[in-house]
Structures are given as structure tokens and as C-alpha cells.
């Protein structure tokens, strides 16, 4: 019985009990697939284009053919494992009476069939999958191997000689060039092959047959609600995003972070920075020599529930003369006199004296240590990008915060997008400082737009103590042109 003959007469509903056959496309890669013994067979489509599905069918032919035997679905964690491949492999079990009827029993992580064969999902941990005898390993997104763990991991469960027919079965998407190479080396490999079908993808070299489509073909791909989806999905992400997981393209980890409309959308032209009288949120980038120091306050709009910008202010260091601390520390102290500062994130790799001195004089509950770490690195660069995609952040219009925030590049990690610099000279630090601020803003959480205490607030274990309203927080003009004096503008 051929891999399309058993599908055919065994899987007539899909795991949502919807009536379910073989595409045109689909049929042919799996007979030219299955033709003769492949070590590797790998199954390359965009997103939504049913290859985990597929492999569940696959693996299910192998076990139900084949008896004492088994076989195993390998992802990149075990939850993976189990969400994807093996739970369609139960809920294609539960809809097909066919397959029903050959299942003894199912557990968390197993199926067993009546022939004495066995599915099975596989935490990812290369120690306990070493010595297996499985006929097939399936390993569902393979791009996201990228740790010596999962290296190893792929490495153990390679077809062992005893059993007779072996092989892998990879179904994934395109990952990123020069990371996570098992895939890359695999779909490089495919590609110096022979191309065995003129319409379709599919390329033969020695013990690897590769389908690798960049083409749209399932009905729900196409037509209007097709167009639809891809136009929506195209808003939404990066362009290398969209290229990797809709069109199935490498693409570099290290991309454009915010593109120049989806800034533009967050400048409202007719604000300016805030002189006096909000609760502030703080971001400080310190740089002495080779960068700026930069420091970005941001405030809630409680009304809106949206972060604004409220301030910002760089200091450039010179060939001669490096970025004075103290001007920063003048400037944030200033800041804390006129506003009040709420709460106060800097890195303390090169400030560390100036961060104490503001403690001593503001709070320590106020100012707060946050290196730039990979994790928190990934925190800002998310939580900068989320807020400006969902425009809840307005800011005023300024060239220095616009060409910094445009200079920043977007590095994607397991994690999440980190905010990363291209090159030396392209400046982001009113970019780093922002997504700082931000971080502290979300933390936080929504705050008055305005106090309605004056100048003896003082803050509380990390809350505002907040006196009886007062009447008499006034701003005084003279007190507006000496900041203005001492600081400029902005």
C-alpha cells in the first residue's frame, strides 16, 4: 500500500472532523517522496500550508504498516512535541474510525496500536532519546535548532543501522542564514541536487529528497480571503517576518526595527515637550565616550491610556572632551524638582557613582539598576516595538529621537525582538533610553496624568504617598525660563 493509497482510505476527516483529501501537489511530492529509501526526506512550505499535519499522516502510515515498530515526533521543546504533530496524530485517531480502530491506547505522550507499534512525542533531551530504535524521527520546525542541546539532540536520533528503512522526517519553514544550521546545511545540500519535477520544488541528492516551495497553493492561501490574510499579516510584521514565515525565505536575524510610517504614526505635530507638573518615568542611556548619554522621560496619559513622551535630552561626547555625568545627573535632579520622578531605570555599567548619588537624593525605590542584559535587551526592544505598532505611544516631533528610533535594528531571538545597533555610528540612544522609560511605564502601570499634591511628595515603598489635595501647585514662569536657561529646549 503506497503512503497516498493509506491516507486515502485511512484519513478522510481532518482533526476537526471536516471531510479532508490529498491536494494535487500533495499527492505528487509524496510519490515521488516514497518512490525509493530516503535517509532524510524534508517537507519545506510557508506557514499554514498543512506540513505538520502531513507529517502527522506520515508517521501514522509508518506505525499502522509497519508492526513493532516506532516512531517519534521531535520538536524544539516538549511541548512543541506534543501540541503540533502528536495531537494531530490523536485527533486524526479520534476522527477516522479507521485509524480508531487499530489504537489500544493513548496517554500524554503515546500512542500504541493494536500491531504492537508505538507513537511517541519526545521531550527535547538528546541524554534520554540516545540508543532508540525508531523507524522514523520526525523534528517539526527544525530552524529553531539553534543550541548545542538541540544539535545533539538531532544528532542522536539519526536513523540507526539496525533498523532496516529508516529515516528522518523534517517538516519546517525557512529559519535564519548563518544560525541554527541543521536546516540551512540540509536545504543547501537539496539545492546542489537534482531537480526531479518542473512545477514543483523537489530536488534528489544522495539520501535527502527536499520539497522546498516558495509557492501559494491551498485554498485558504488563495483567492480573496487568501489576500486578505497575506495583507493583513504583511501590516503587521517585519519584512523579514513576512519573508521568512510567508514566503519561506532565509532571511538575516538582524533586521529593521520600527519602519519610518509606523513612527510617523506615532508623532502627534502639534505636542511639545512637557515643562513641569507630570508623573515622569525615566530611561538613561549612559554613554561617555564612544556613545551619547541620553535621557527620555515618558508619562501617562490616563485619559487615552497611551505612554507619552514627555522629555528628552542628549549630551555628545567630543574627540577631546567625553559626555560630564554631572550635567546628566543635574538635568535628571532638575527633572525630579519640576515633575517628579516616579521611577528611574539606567544602566550602571559606566554610571554606577552617578546612579548612587541619585538614589541617596531621590530614593532608592525610585532609581533602579537595569543593565542591558540579552533578556532585558529583549524586553525593550519588545515592549518599544508593541507599543509603537499599536500606536499607544505619541510622542512630539523631534529629528535626533526620530533618527535614532529609524537607526535601531531589530535582532529576533527565541525570546523576542532585541533592540540592537547596526553600526557604530548610526546612534540609537534616544532609542535605548525610550524603550527604558517604557519598560518602567508598563511596570508601573497607569498613573494620574497630572499630581494633585505638590512639592513635598515624597515617595513610599515605590507608591506615591499622596497628602490631601492641594490647590497650590502653581508653575512659577521665572522658575520656567531659568530651566529653560539652564537646559535649553530640549
Known sequence: MTIVEFIDRYIKAN??????????????????????????????????????????????????????TEVVSAANDQEQSQSRVF???????????????????????????????????????????????????????????????????????????TEKGAYLLITSYAGYSNEGEL????????????????????????????????????????GEEGRAYYAEQKRILRPNTYARIHRNEWVSSEGVFILPEQWAACVDPSRSPLLS???????????????????????????????????????????????NLQEIEDYILELHRRHRILRLYADPYQAMQMLQNLQKKIGSNVVMEFPQTVANTTTMGESLYSLIKGKTLVAYPDDDIEAHILNATGVETARGFRIAKEKASKKIDLAVALSMACCA??????????????????????????????????????????????????
Not at 17 to 42: C, N, T
Open 183 to 222: 536546516l540551512e546545511n540540509l536545504y543547501k545540500r537539496g539545492l546542489k541536487g537534482k531537480r526531479v519535477h518542473r512545477s514543483l520544488e523537489c530536488y534528489r541528492a544522495e539520501g535527502l529528497f527536499m520539497f522546498w516551495s516558495h509557492t501559494r497553493r491551498q485554498p485558504w492561501q488563495l
Open 277 to 323: 507638573g507630570r508623573l515622569l518615568l525615566i530611561g538613561a542611556d549612559i554613554g561617555i565616550k564612544s556613545d551619547n548619554g541620553a535621557v527620555v522621560g515618558v508619562a501617562w496619559d490616563d485619559k487615552a491610556q497611551k505612554i507619552v513622551i514627555a522629555c528628552h535630552r542628549v549630551w555628545r561626547p567630543t574627540k577631546n572632551q567625553p559626555v
Open 441 to 490: 511605564a508598563l511596570e508601573v502601570g497607569p498613573v494620574p496624568t497630572q499630581p494633585t499634591w505638590g512639592y513635598g511628595w515624597q515617595p513610599l515603598n515605590g507608591k506615591p504617598k499622596q497628602p490631601e489635595p492641594r490647590d497650590d501647585f502653581i508653575v512659577d514662569p521665572r522658575a520656567t525660563q531659568e530651566f529653560i536657561g539652564r537646559f535649553g529646549r530640549f
Open 15 to 68: 482533526e476537526k472532523g471536516e471531510p479532508f483529501q490529498l491536494s494535487k501537489h500533495q499527492r505528487a511530492v509524496l510519490l515521488m517522496m516514497f518512490s525509493q529509501h530516503y535517509s532524510i526526506r524534508l517537507w519545506s512550505e510557508m506557514k499554514k500550508s498543512g506540513k505538520s499535519f502531513l507529517a502527522a499522516c506520515i508517521l501514522l502510515y509508518e506505525v499502522i504498516t509497519h508492526s513493532d
Open 87 to 161: 495531537a494531530t496524530a490523536v485527533a486524526l485517531c479520534q476522527k477516522n474510525p479507521d485509524l480508531a480502530a487499530c489504537v489500544v491506547k493513548t496517554t500524554q505522550s503515546e500512542i500504541r496500536f493494536s500491531n504492537g507499534s508505538v507513537f511517541r512525542a519526545i521531550a527535547s533531551e538528546y541524554k534520554g532519546a540516545a540508543g532508540g530504535r525508531q523507524r522514523v524521527t520526525c523534528f517539526d520546525e527544525l530552524w529553531a535548532y539553534d543550541s548545542e542541546r538541540m544539535t545533539r539532540l538531532f544528532e542522536e536520533m539519526t536513523p540507526p543501522p
